[in-house]
């Protein structure tokens, strides 16, 4: 994603928002296809995808909204999928599986979505024709089930893939093993996806500036691109948007507690960073990623922790040989000013860097070198006469 040296326009087709929700997507989505599409000419984007989860009902005002603005369409789903490896998790003491009983003080049943999730992108009439098949597919299946979130069965995906793209992004199983620190459970997990998509198989990395290994952070954005690079797979940068402007990250929260049921908590699942960025936000992501990437010496990020911020202060403050890496305490502080050399003047190199003059860049002493300043002003002046 290098814009350098490009007009805005040029550069802004450079990059294309690849996983976008609607208020099509039920409960999920905050901002309606026309408003994506005016955001999107008002950035100059050459193109924009729709990825409504379990639908493609807003397809037909996407396409006449994206058609009115100059954008160019592209159509999707962000659909669920079954687990390839199931990892029988049990909590609260009952069998693995079960859910929680209706209960009108919670609202209703437990809303249960566990089921990864990934991205398909039509490629042209065949994979349309595919993905709405897989979509049919889904709502059949939770049909006969009587209820709950519609899951596309693995036999329907490897019978309708052709003109598919696929993104596994942070909601799917390998990218879900990575966050959990299992790289080589990851390669494993991504091994039928390339069997089924071949070279239309595409990493996720998604960097909300959460923190962490969590879904959005640096950490699992650079860990997803390094795993791409080990496994000759593409990577690509998305922002999994869900609104136009942060201020609806509030009305995201509260589509968040409706469909899972939950009290209403402001920033839960969104922080205002899931917009629709422009190119140039875009790319100092795609930048910071690169970077964190390739942060260990050209190491892959599979162990990547971000770097210490730089002290502000002098680096010939002492510090503790023991117990964490923080600041000193006073009395270490105190006992460092004893052992330390008095300068010959307020104007010597020597001066102590507690002194504030590398923060405020103005020669002073600290107040327990103004005695000794001045005697030696005093001594000196002696002297000459």
Known sequence: MHVGGRGAKEAATLFTHL???????????????????????????????????????????????????????????????????????????????ARQPRTPVRGGAFVDESAPRIVLLARDRTGWANLCALIT????????????QPVVPWEAIGRHAEGLTV????????VRALAAGR????????????????????????????????????????????????????????????????AQSRIADVLDAARLRVPVRAGRVCNGERTLKDHREMAALAEEVARAAGQENGERPTCWR??????????????????SAGCPSRRSTSSARRRAPRPESCGSAARPPWSGAATTGRRRCAPGWRRSCASSRRSAGRRTS
């Open 19 to 97: 996983h976008v929700a609607s208020g099509y997507s039920a409960r999920y989505g905050a901002s309606l296809p026309d408003a994506l599409a005016a955001r999107a000419a008002e950035q100059h984007l050459g193109a924009l995808a729709l990825t409504d989860r379990d639908t493609v009902a807003g397809a037909v005002r996407f396409a006449k909204a994206c058609a009115v603005s100059g954008i160019r369409p592209l159509f999707g789903a962000d659909l669920a999928v079954p687990l390839l490896r199931p990892v029988p998790a049990a909590t609260g003491g009952g069998p693995a599986g």
């Open 137 to 148: 597919a889904g709502w059949a299946g939770r049909a006969e089930r009587g209820g709950g």
């Open 167 to 174: 993104l596994l992004g942070p909601a799917s199983e390998p």
């Open 183 to 246: 790289p080589d459970t990851a390669a494993e997990l991504l091994e039928p996806w390339r069997e089924v998509f071949g070279p239309h198989l595409r990493l996720e990395a998604v960097h909300h500036c959460r923190s962490g290994t969590a879904p959005g952070s640096l950490r699992l954005a650079a860990r997803t691109v390094g795993l791409a690079a080990d496994l000759d797979l593409l990577a690509v940068i998305t922002n999994a948007v869900r609104y136009t402007e942060p």
């Open 306 to 323: 971000p770097p210490p911020a730089p002290r502000a202060t002098a680096a010939s403050i002492p510090q503790r040989t023991s117990g």
